[in-house]
C-alpha cells in the first residue's frame, strides 16, 4: 500500500532554523570572547562604557527567542500534517466521488456523472485520453436531472484501450444554441496521499485530488469493478 507523499515545506523551514540557531551561538560567542577581551585591556582609569554591548546583548537573546518561537512553530506544523496524513490513510482504496472531469480507467472500467440543466436540445459526452485525444463520443441524455455514465474502456472502434488517466467532457446547448452549464463528478480508487505545506492531495492513480473536491466516499464494494 503506497502512501504517495510530497516533500512537506517543513523539511526545509527546520533546516534554516537549526542553521539560524547554529549561526547566532556562533556570533553570540564571538562577542562575548571579544567582550571579555576588551574588558581585560581596558584601562581602569578610563574604563569603557557598557551600554552598547548591553544593547547588543540585549539583541542577541531578542533574536534567539525569535528563533525559538520559530522552531516550536514548526513542530507543531509538523505535528499538524502528521495528524493529516493519519487522518487521511482511512482514504486509501476507498472510492471517492469527485468534482471534476478527469477520472482513471481501472480494469476497463469507469464511472462518472452529468447534470443537465433545463432546456437541453442536442448534447454530447466526448472522453479523451491523456493526451487530449477523442476516444469516444455518443449523444448525452437530455434530460434534466443527473445521468451516470458507465465506461467499459472501449474506444469508438470497440478496441479495448489501456487502463490509465482519462477525461469526460459534456457539452449542452438549448433552442437557442446557447451553451448550457453541465456539471459533472467522476469517481475513482484513492492509491495515495500526499501533504505539501498546509494543502492535503488525494490521489487517484496518477490524477491529484484536492481534499475540497472530494464529494463523497464509497466502501470499495460499491466501487466500479
Known amino acids: 500500500m503506497l502512501i504517495s507523499g510530497t516533500t512537506s515545506g517543513s523539511t526545509a523551514d527546520g533546516t534554516q532554523s537549526a542553521n539560524s540557531e547554529a549561526q547566532l551561538e556562533e556570533d553570540l ?124 474502456g472501449k474506444d469508438k472502434f470497440g478496441q479495448v484501450l489501456p487502463d490509465g488517466e482519462y477525461a469526460a467532457f459534456v457539452t449542452g446547448l438549448n433552442n437557442s444554441g446557447e451553451v448550457l452549464q453541465v456539471t459533472q463528478t467522476v469517481f475513482g480508487r484513492i492509491t495515495g496521499i500526499g501533504i505539501d505545506g498546509s494543502d492535503t492531495t488525494l490521489f487517484m492513480g496518477d490524477i491529484e485530488v484536492p481534499q475540497a473536491k472530494v464529494l463523497a466516499v464509497k466502501q470499495a464494494a460499491e466501487a466500479v469493478n
Open 29 to 152: 560567542n564571538r562577542f562575548l570572547n571579544l567582550l571579555v577581551t576588551q574588558l581585560k585591556n581596558q584601562d581602569p582609569l578610563d574604563p569603557m562604557d557598557s551600554s552598547e554591548f548591553t544593547s547588543q546583548l540585549v539583541q542577541f537573546a531578542s533574536v534567539e527567542q525569535q528563533i525559538f518561537q520559530n522552531s516550536n512553530l514548526e513542530t507543531l506544523v509538523e505535528l499538524q500534517q502528521t495528524n493529516q496524513i493519519s487522518s487521511m490513510v482511512d482514504f486509501i482504496d476507498k472510492v471517492v466521488e469527485v468534482d471534476g472531469t478527469s477520472f482513471p480507467l481501472e480494469n476497463s472500467a469507469a464511472e462518472f456523472t452529468y447534470t443537465m440543466p433545463q432546456g437541453a436540445r442536442s448534447a454530447s459526452v466526448i472522453i479523451r485520453d491523456s493526451s487530449g485525444l477523442s476516444v469516444l463520443q455518443r449523444d448525452a441524455n437530455l434530460d434534466a436531472g443527473q445521468h451516470t455514465f458507465d465506461w467499459d
